[in-house]
């Protein structure tokens, strides 16, 4: 049954159907599908033994980026630092100019990266006010402003993973608005009964802002003013806005991942390790600030941030509010996608006090880090801040903080298990090779096996004088080459026939097999 098994399996189909054909199953079974099988698994292997995959080397590395908490350094229109506000607020209408997909997303129209409002975040844990919470993309995050931090010692070829402290100042207001009357040529805050309203004022166009300067623990509260004017001439009435803020410093920790430059904030907290960059005498943002840092400015500079502010979209420090286009600040309040597509100035009390304060936290934001750093946010971030060539300094501060570097090569990596299935495979069908030369070689007998000439040895229908007992299959073949037999009845006479191979030239005692006849 074994010489019977190795002649049947001939062929992977034959090795599988061998148990159903000879109606038995033994260890050899098992041996004949395996090795079958060696050879298309030895020939898939040699294609997946290597494929392309890549290696990834983690180090540490420092990662140093412009501090919230920098000295502001303008005096504000008509000062001897203005020259500076060119490109202050050539980056900051830049910015109300972006997309609305450039406003959403994690970073800026320069690469840098945005810091989200930890207030706004959601988290399963809200009753945690100092527990991480993470930072969605796109419109579901809310920003602190639309200018991010720039960070240096990203590279393109590498994932950077670090935590940054930074800050940011939230406001929160109440939104009020009044009809008023006016003679409808007068600018703003100049004009009858304004004077009374905010005598100290940094007006800009329909805009203006007023600061308590009581004391330094009222430097915290201001008065913002728009007035929604849409006559041309003769006393009409008008809304004026009147948002009443308080401004605080918020000081977060923020998670940062960045795939070569292009980053992401995945998640955010309270700090715990405030960015503070002392600076005496302080102008606080907070009570519990005073001591602890504030927002790091002299009264002065605080002053002259405000009175810059309310001029960044217009060059006028005041014209005739009867011809003063809406502004950006206001649009922005109004609508943030289009801020300088409104034909007047619109009806801020209709915002609401929390977007109005949420709008108001990104504007001021924004104008703040655009004032602090100008030339670095925009491309030009230097370690080492230097005389810039409007010949004021860059004085902003910064922090570091150490990081990871994932740096990613392309390589050929090795499949050790299809490498040992090859190898196996591939070893085992050479040893079979070998060995069926071997025994070939070693061979006393006839060879015999699997060969139709076999079948005419030792037979009685076939008369062969010259046959030899110790002659292989093969010669004989050669041999009889010319002999032509066939299957057939050598028995026709007879009433139940014998079916067995025969000289076709016997014809009269060999008849053609019929279904209609029983054979032995």
């Known amino acids: 049954m074994t010489l019977e098994y190795l002649l049947y399996s001939r062929s992977v189909f034959n090795a599988l159907t061998a148990p159903f054909a000879l109606r038995t199953f033994n260890t050899l079974t098992s041996i004949l599908i395996v090795m079958w099988a060696l050879s298309p698994l030895g020939g898939q292997a040699s294609l997946r033994i290597i494929s392309p995959g890549v290696l990834s080397t983690t180090v540490p590395r420092n990662f140093t980026y412009v501090a919230y908490v920098s000295p502001f350094t303008n005096g504000g229109p008509g000062s001897a630092s203005s020259s500076i506000l060119p490109p202050i607020n050539g980056a900051f209408t830049g910015s109300l100019f972006s997309s609305a997909a450039t406003k959403a997303s994690h970073q800026d129209l320069y690469g840098n990266i945005k810091i989200p ?25 809310t920003w602190s402003s639309l200018t991010g931090l720039p960070v240096y010692g990203l590279e393109k070829s590498t994932i950077s993973r670090f935590n940054f402290n930074t800050a940011y100042m939230k406001t929160l207001c109440e939104v009020s608005g009044q009809d008023i009357f006016y003679d409808g040529s007068s600018p703003l805050f100049t004009r009858q009964n304004f004077t009374t309203l905010a005598p100290d004022a940094n007006s800009g166009a329909n805009l203006a802002v007023a600061v308590k300067v009581a004391s330094p623990f009222d430097l915290f509260r201001f008065t913002f003013y728009s007035l929604a004017d849409t006559f041309t001439s003769g006393p009409a009435p008008a809304l004026l806005t009147n948002a009443t803020c308080n401004v605080t410093m918020r000081y977060v920790e923020a998670q940062v991942e960045c795939d070569g430059m292009d980053c992401r ?8 390790n405030p960015a503070i960059h002392r600076a005496v005498p302080l102008a606080p943002l907070d009570v519990a600030s005073v001591l602890s840092g504030g927002i790091a400015q002299d009264t002065g500079h605080y002053q002259s941030f405000f009175s810059s502010f309310v001029t960044a979209t217009d060059a006028s420090l005041a014209c005739d509010t009867a011809l003063c286009t809406t502004s950006g600040i206001e649009g922005y309040i109004a609508d943030p996608d289009n801020p300088f597509t409104l034909t007047e100035t619109p009806r801020l009390p209709d915002v609401g006090d929390a977007l109005f304060s949420q709008r108001l936290t990104q504007l001021m934001n924004t104008y703040w880090i655009d004032s602090v750093a100008p030339f670095a946010i925009t491309g030009n971030f230097s370690l ?35 490498l040992a299935t090859l190898v196996i495979s591939s070893i085992t069908l050479f040893a079979c090779g070998v060995a069926s030369a071997v025994l070939s070689m070693r061979r006393s007998g006839p060879d015999i096996l699997d060969r139709f000439s076999t079948s005419l040895r030792d037979n009685p229908h076939v008369h062969d004088s010259q046959a030899s ?52």
């Open 117 to 141: 409002l930890y207030e706004e975040l959601t988290s399963s844990d809200l009753a945690n006010s100092s527990a991480w919470r993470p930072v969605l993309s796109g419109e579901e995050t």
């Open 265 to 272: 904030t995945l998640a955010a907290r309270p700090s715990s």
């Open 384 to 418: 080492n801040p230097v005389d810039n060539q409007y010949g004021t300094l860059n004085e902003y501060n910064t922090d570091s903080t150490i990081g990871t570097a994932e740096t990613r090569m392309d390589v050929i990596k090795c499949n050790y298990a299809w």
């Open 469 to 520: 007992s110790m002659e292989d299959s093969s010669i004989k073949a050669v041999r009889l080459q010319n002999l032509v037999v066939r299957l057939g009845d050598v028995q026709p006479h007879e009433d139940v026939g014998y079916v067995a191979i025969a000289p076709a030239e016997s014809s009269a005692r060999l008849r053609q097999l019929s279904a209609s006849r029983t054979y032995f």
